[in-house]
């Protein structure tokens, strides 16, 4: 594991060239011959468990809905959530280009009661392989929603002061732990509360964070790719390089 780790922090220094734990600096790989990025997912997480997703056992899932990142992706699966309301445009265009499984965002503060089983049904229709759902939620319209659909749900998590029991009785078949560094006590917690139930999460920004919330308990991660700004910059910062080389 510790060799894993060692390969993993170095292979991940994009954004950084310092070999400590920023996250956003390793998730892409660059070698000095090759100036373009791709995703490459630290290989340490092949050691979760997994999930089953459309037929897939997903160990990590892409947080973006940006086309290019997910194409150059090798994330087993994309988390398309996004802060507006769902959307089908959104849903379709991820579902038919990636490739691969997609959970898609229904609802939470924004979208409740009628609209998310309608947007829940639609998900499915268009090839979703789960749809998920933010802590808002009431359980009450999760449990009309898995009356209206065979695909998972999940049931999105950011502290522990949350009443999990209730999620479980609606139906949920996992819960996302969304609290950055935080998830790993947070998963720890639900492993008291409801031992074995499964549940994927973030792993804050760090490479041994995720580590730890892999050792908590976590089937699955989630992974937050840099925004396209902040890749590009490391690219034009060599471009520029170039051109003051000229002058």
Do not use: W
Request: glycine content about 8%; some cysteine; hydrophobic content about 40%.
């Amino acid at each position: 594991m510790v060799g894993d780790m060692g390969k993993d922090l170095t292979k991940f220094s994009l954004l950084s060239n310092r070999i400590h734990e920023i996250f956003f600096g390793k998730f892409f790989s660059k070698s000095k011959k090759i100036t373009h990025p791709s995703l490459s997912v630290p290989n340490f997480i092949q050691r979760c468990e997994g999930i089953p997703l459309a037929g897939t056992n997903v160990k990590s899932i892409l947080f973006s809905t940006d086309m290019a990142m997910v194409e150059n992706s090798n994330a087993d699966a994309v988390l398309a959530v996004y802060p507006f309301s769902p959307s089908i445009a959104i849903m379709k265009s991820l579902i038919d280009f990636s490739q691969k499984p997609v959970i898609c965002g229904i609802g939470g503060g924004i979208t409740k009661g009628k609209a998310a089983i309608e947007m829940a049904k639609k998900a499915e229709g268009l090839g979703a392989c789960a749809v998920i759902v933010n802590q808002p939620f009431p359980p009450q319209d999760i449990k009309k929603i898995k009356a209206n659909i065979q695909i998972p749900v999940i049931s999105s998590v950011s502290h522990s002061n949350f009443d999990f029991v209730a999620r479980v009785n609606a139906g949920i078949d996992y819960f996302h732990i969304t609290a950055g560094i935080h998830s790993q006590k947070i998963v720890e917690d639900l492993r008291y509360k409801i031992p074995g139930f499964p549940a994927i999460a973030t792993g804050g920004s760090q490479l041994i964070e995720i580590q730890k919330t892999i050792e908590a308990g976590a089937k699955a991660i989630v992974l937050t790719p840099p925004s396209s700004k902040e890749l590009f910059k490391s690219i034009m910062d060599t471009y520029r390089k170039g051109i003051n080389h000229l002058k």
